[in-house]
């Protein structure tokens, strides 16, 4: 808490006000659910959901009106075994994303979520052309952009899948 006291200082000292925030906490540790410790969950609540909410609670503001915030989370649509306590915490940053968004349209801010999907960050790490189309059917591709994994060097523009938390 320490931390995004800090932040928030910072930017405002610095900055006075600000136009967009981008909210990208998110660590995942993988397990299923009979491993799932309770040390695991809370970790990942603290960082996932906490902090981006208390992040935001500091942030808003000093968000200038007409300002946008973007909040990173999961494309849940796939289920990935292991990710039980991940996707909890990023399903909950959503649907603050959604509250969030009612919250701040008095002031014209616009709140959106993006789930970009896998990358080659993630433990499949390779960038490679689309799957088969059979087994398309259940993997998390079909959800990128492209029907293809992220790559560092794709510049190419592709939107990540998401929307107004807006109403």
């Not at 932040?7 to 981008?22: E, N, P, W, Y």
């Not at 935001?56 to 009106?65: G, T, V, W």
């Not at 993630?122 to 990128?144: A, E, F, G, H, K």
Request: proline share 7%.
């Amino acid at each position: 808490m320490a931390d995004i006291a800090g932040l928030a200082d910072l930017a405002r000292d610095r900055l006075g006000r600000i136009d967009h925030v981008f909210v990208n906490h998110g660590i995942a540790e993988f397990a299923e659910l009979a491993e799932v410790t309770e040390e695991s969950w809370d970790r990942q609540f603290a960082i996932n959901t906490k902090g981006s909410f208390f992040t935001m609670q500091r942030l808003a503001p000093l968000i200038n009106d007409g300002g946008s915030v973007v909040f990173t989370t999961v494309v849940n649509d796939v289920v990935f075994p292991g990710l039980s306590a991940y996707s909890a915490s990023k399903e909950a940053m959503r649907a603050f994303a959604h509250v969030l968004a009612v919250e701040l349209l008095p002031r014209g801010i616009r709140v959106n979520w993006g789930a970009t999907g896998p990358s080659t960050r993630s433990p499949r790490p390779r960038c490679s052309s689309p799957p088969t189309r059979r087994s398309r059917r259940t993997s998390s591709w079909r959800w990128t952009a492209g029907s293809r994994r992220g790559c560092p060097s794709a510049t190419d523009g592709s939107p990540v899948r998401g929307r107004s938390g807006a109403p």
